[in-house]
C-alpha cells in the first residue's frame, strides 16, 4: 500500500501564494511521474502540473506562469508552488505518482485530496 500525504492547502486572497506539498509515505518505491490535478465544484478532475517519468514538464494553460511544480527525487515529494491565484483556482488539489515496477506497467496512486479556495 502506497499513500501519498497531502500538505499545504487553505484561504487565500486571489494574488496571493500556496505551496502544496505531497510525500509518497513509502520511500523503497520508485516513483516515476509525479504531480497535481484538481477538481473544482461541479466539474471533472483536470491536470494541474505533472512531471513525467522521462522528466518533461506539463502544465495546464490555465496555470501557466503562475504555478511552478518541483520535485524532491531523494525524498518522494513533489511541491506546487501558487502564485497570483485566482478565484478560479479554488478546487480540491490531489497528488498524483506512478509507481515503477520492472515488468509492470506503471501503477497510478493517488492523494486524499486537500482544499484550496481563493475568495476576498
Known amino acids: 500500500q502506497v499513500d501519498l500525504v497531502e500538505s499545504g492547502g487553505g484561504s487565500v486572497q486571489p494574488g496571493g501564494s500556496l505551496r502544496l506539498s505531497c510525500v509518497v509515505s513509502e520511500s523503497r518505491f520508485s516513483i516515476g511521474s509525479m504531480g497535481w490535478y484538481r477538481q473544482a465544484p461541479g466539474r471533472g478532475r483536470e491536470l494541474v502540473a505533472i512531471q513525467a517519468a522521462g522528466g518533461a514538464f506539463n502544465y495546464a494553460d490555465s496555470v501557466k506562469g503562475r504555478f511552478t511544480l518541483s520535485r524532491d527525487y531523494a525524498a518522494n515529494m513533489v511541491y506546487l508552488q501558487m502564485n497570483s491565484l485566482k478565484p478560479e483556482d479554488t478546487a480540491v488539489y490531489y497528488c498524483?505518482?506512478?509507481?515503477?515496477?520492472?515488468?509492470?506497467?506503471?501503477?497510478?496512486?493517488w492523494g486524499q485530496g486537500i482544499q484550496v479556495t481563493v475568495s476576498s
Open positions: 498524483y505518482a506512478t509507481r515503477i515496477r520492472l515488468g509492470r506497467q506503471p501503477e497510478p496512486y
